[in-house]
């Protein structure tokens, strides 16, 4: 029986193992409840939203999050040649609703699928299914009748030469049949007026009927222009384009050797690559530590405004560069995420794009010490180790001793006083080092042990550095002293290597 962490406290598990993991990633987010009811109206209303903090706090989770809670993609986006000016191809937009249509009409165009009893005895026998000897049925591939022991097909041949072609089977010849026929076409009338019919011999044992409607279907569709899907109706709604580059974030055409020659080359709409900006349709775009991408912070602005960005050969000595597709659909949630000292980096009118339709939201780094917040740490601890799924679950006096550290980095790091940190990446780190400590010592759990030598390890190199040397002057002078060493002192180990290669 799994405890819900949101209505019991500590005292009502032994392990992290007994911890219910909520299913909405929204609930797994920890200390941020007031946040969260923003990020669940942005998701149902569509707003945008900009989340300022330190890192590790969890921005990336709060973004990802809001894809579980968007409705699946409704639009298929195609590319389609333009055979009067192949460098500008078209943008198909399909909707569910169409699509569904057109599976309809490819069901049609299949046929249907039919038993041998079901079609004219004359077929039958032509496709081998039924003997004409003793009128029963068997399989198409036997020649000679399980029944009675006739020749099946001498028979057809004999009924041929007397009767003709009595029901206008176009693709009947003179030559003695000794193999049944794969497909007959014939005719046969429906509602008053004669149609072309054929039948196809299908999974052995069945026929497939295509009708005059499915022969048009079919035909429909080899005669549809050539297409390429650059954004399928089965796909990810939430996109991440941290660090991107500028194809990366707003797509581009791949160039070809011979120009896009229509013998030899290929044709633009098929070198057709979408950005992110595209692929967040109907989506979450997310971009972690906007400043970084600042250049093309004005793309972004215009395909939020417009909601829809061309996509354009990026390359200028590129056989795409004269290539470019205009409105590409990018109609999508964007959620930016930086930390406060560079929120003044923001493009302004992006900002202002984010205000007027969205929030802004400064991410907490404590929560209250508390009996509801420890349980949701607990609840944090067995979701790092589900996720990490390489590491043991923890005991509850293990977990009390990662409390006891939260309660130290508020302190230390925030200047809070009864808080607990939210700066949960580093402490997920010091879990899963105490969880490769059980692991090796082939524990079943995550003992108080593991947690203590974690908890004293897991520590950034800068506090390495200021345990070993008392300040980073100290250690930067020392590493400097230490290299002056080796290049003044003869006698230092150094000078001892053989440098007759140099």
């Known amino acids: 029986m799994y405890v819900n962490m949101k209505k019991e406290d500590l005292g009502d598990i032994e392990t992290t193992q007994d911890v219910l993991i909520p299913k909405d990633p929204l609930e797994r987010v ?73 599976k309809k009409d490819l069901e049609r165009a299949e046929g249907d699928i039919v038993n041998p009893k079901d079609v004219p005895v004359m077929v039958a026998e032509r496709l081998g299914f039924r003997c004409a000897n003793c009128d029963s049925y068997n399989n198409a591939y036997q020649s000679i009748c399980p029944q009675c022991g006739a020749d099946k097909y001498s028979h057809i041949n004999a009924r041929r030469k007397h009767l003709g072609d009595l029901l206008g089977m176009f693709e009947m010849s003179s030559n003695p049949v000794n193999v049944p026929q794969e497909r007959l076409t014939t005719t046969r009338m429906r509602n008053g007026r004669e149609e072309v019919v054929i039948y196809e011999r299908v999974d052995g044992d069945k026929i497939k009927i295509l009708d005059q409607n499915a022969l048009e279907k079919r035909r429909a569709l080899v005669e549809e222009k050539p297409k390429n899907v650059i954004l399928p109706l089965r796909r990810k709604v939430f996109i991440q384009a941290t660090g991107a580059t500028e194809t990366e974030l707003l797509g581009d055409v791949r160039h070809d050797p011979y120009g896009g020659h229509p013998d030899l080359g290929t044709q633009p709409y098929e070198r057709v690559v979408p950005g992110a900006v595209h692929e967040a349709h109907e989506g979450v775009l997310f971009i972690d530590e906007i400043v970084h991408i600042a250049p093309l912070q004005r793309y972004i602005l215009s395909a939020m405004q417009d909601k829809v960005f061309p996509i354009v050969g990026r390359n200028p000595q590129s056989a795409g560069s004269s290539v470019k597709v205009e409105d590409v659909p990018c109609d999508f949630i964007f959620v930016a995420a930086c930390n406060i000292r560079d929120v003044s980096y923001i493009l302004p009118p992006l900002r202002s794009r984010i205000q007027g339709e969205g929030y802004e939201i400064l991410m907490r780094t404590t929560m209250p010490d508390n009996l ?32 006891d550290e939260a309660r130290k980095r508020a302190r230390f790091i925030d200047d809070k006083r009864d808080s607990l940190t939210l700066r949960l990446r580093d402490l ?46 100290k250690a930067a002078l020392k590493d400097s002293s230490s290299q002056h060493l080796s290049s003044s002192n003869p006698n230092h180990p150094n000078e001892n290597v053989d440098r007759s290669y140099l």
């Open 30 to 102: 920890i200390g941020h409840d007031d946040i969260i009811n923003f990020v669940k109206i942005a998701a149902k209303q569509r707003r945008n939203l900009l989340l300022v903090g330190p890192p590790g706090i969890g921005k990336s989770l709060i973004a990802q999050a809001i894809s579980f809670h968007l409705k699946d993609p409704q639009e298929e986006i195609i590319v389609v040649h333009n055979p009067e000016r192949p460098e500008r191809p078209f943008v198909e937009i399909k909707n569910k609703k169409d699509m569904e249509t057109q």
């Open 372 to 403: 509801e917040n420890q349980a949701r740490m607990v609840q944090f601890v067995a979701q790092e180790i589900e996720m990490d799924g390489k590491i043991p679950h923890a005991t509850r006096k293990s977990v009390e001793l990662l409390l």
């Open 428 to 473: 997920g780190g010091v879990v899963r080092m105490a969880g490769d400590m059980a692991v090796m010592d082939g524990s079943k759990y995550i003992e108080s042990k593991h947690m203590e030598f974690a908890i004293k390890r897991a520590i950034s190199i800068e506090d390495q550095i200021i345990n070993n040397y008392q300040s980073f002057e």
